[in-house]
């Protein structure tokens, strides 16, 4: 086995993404290497593809998520939030903020 074919080996986080954010990405699904921790995914995701991503995750530029984001079908909110650790092993879910609705009912 050649280097080439060893690099490929290497376990890859798995990122997916729902309604509005398949737009931004431009994909359903990436693969993603060597970040620590939810909040550096997002850092990352906002770096690569859009600004719009963070915008639209942290809750008035806040350390709140506004949207959901799931790691191996945990949500984030019960574990430790923008620390929760990240393996490359993982599937993160990523859900934008729902809209919609009526605030003066």
Request: charged share 30%; net charge neutral; proline share 3%.
């Amino acid at each position: 086995m050649n280097n080439h074919e060893k690099l490929n080996l290497v376990c890859r986080m798995k990122v997916k993404f729902y309604a509005t954010f398949r737009e931004i990405v431009g994909k359903k699904e990436i693969e993603v290497h060597g970040v620590k921790n939810v909040g550096e995914l997002i850092d990352y995701l906002s770096e690569k593809y859009s600004p719009q991503i963070k915008k639209e995750l942290l809750e008035r530029g806040r350390k709140e998520i506004d949207g959901m984001i799931l790691v191996n079908g945990h949500n984030i909110l019960h574990l430790n939030g923008l620390e929760t650790e990240l393996r490359d092993e993982d599937v993160v879910h990523i859900f934008p903020p729902a809209g919609g609705g009526n605030a003066g009912c």
